[in-house]
């Protein structure tokens, strides 16, 4: 029994490890500005281990402006976090069709990891 607790507490441990090095993204300044009010309440709420918060506040952004890669991109990370697979992978294909010359999106290597499955 204590055997199995320790592997239980040692894969807990390796897969919440892993969940991400990437963090929400800023919109340019130029951003449609409630979609930038919301999305920045987003990163504030990310940062403060508030995640469905931050998910909430990054789809008021989509609303306010569906063509920001940016947006897609915050949305795709929560969805990571939440482990869900097939909402990750649509959000990031939109925040690289939405991406506008964004190094962040189009080098992103947490994009790449699900775009490649």
Known sequence: MKNLILILLFTLTITNCDKTKETPLLLPTAAEPSAKIHNDRGIKYFYEG????????FTQARVADGTAGEI???LGLMQHLKGNQ?????LFKQAQQFANGNKKILESKLIEKHLDR
């Open 72 to 74: 897609y991109f915050n």
């Open 86 to 90: 097939e909402k990750t992978k649509k």
């Open 50 to 57: 508030k995640d469905l918060d931050a998910l909430i506040a």
